[in-house]
């Protein structure tokens, strides 16, 4: 069993920026692919940010240039995923999940089955 520990949500002004942190336990062998994803009220739950043991990336288009994605260790050994999200905008409210999962990262989200609890972040105008 895998067990991801989201914090570092809060409440921020537009322009501002906020730090994610994932920490990792459990048996994680196999898994290649972690990632950040968002869900907004009232809708799906949609892909923000990932990447592989390889330290290759994919952004949605709406964060492109203002979100980074990093990893402190490799995903086979316990570490720690991290959102560095950067001018942030009220249309990035949301509560943000950290996900684990394996699978070439060109195939887009829906390689993941391992879910944290979630992290909410609002931003103000």
Known sequence: Q?????S??????????LRL???VFGNTFGMNL?????????EERTGVARIDNDGNTEY???VKGRFTISKDSRVNT???LVLEMNNLQP?????????AGRGPIWTGWTNFNS???GTQVTVSP
């Open 2 to 6: 895998v067990q991801l520990v989201e």
């Open 115 to 117: 879910w944290g609890q």
């Open 8 to 17: 570092g949500g809060g409440s921020v002004e537009a322009g501002e920026s």
């Open 34 to 42: 972690m990632a950040w994803f968002r869900e907004r009220p009232g």
């Open 60 to 62: 949605a288009d709406s």
């Open 21 to 23: 942190s994932c920490v």
């Open 91 to 99: 249309d990035d409210t949301a509560t943000y999940y950290c996900a």
């Open 78 to 80: 316990r570490g720690t």
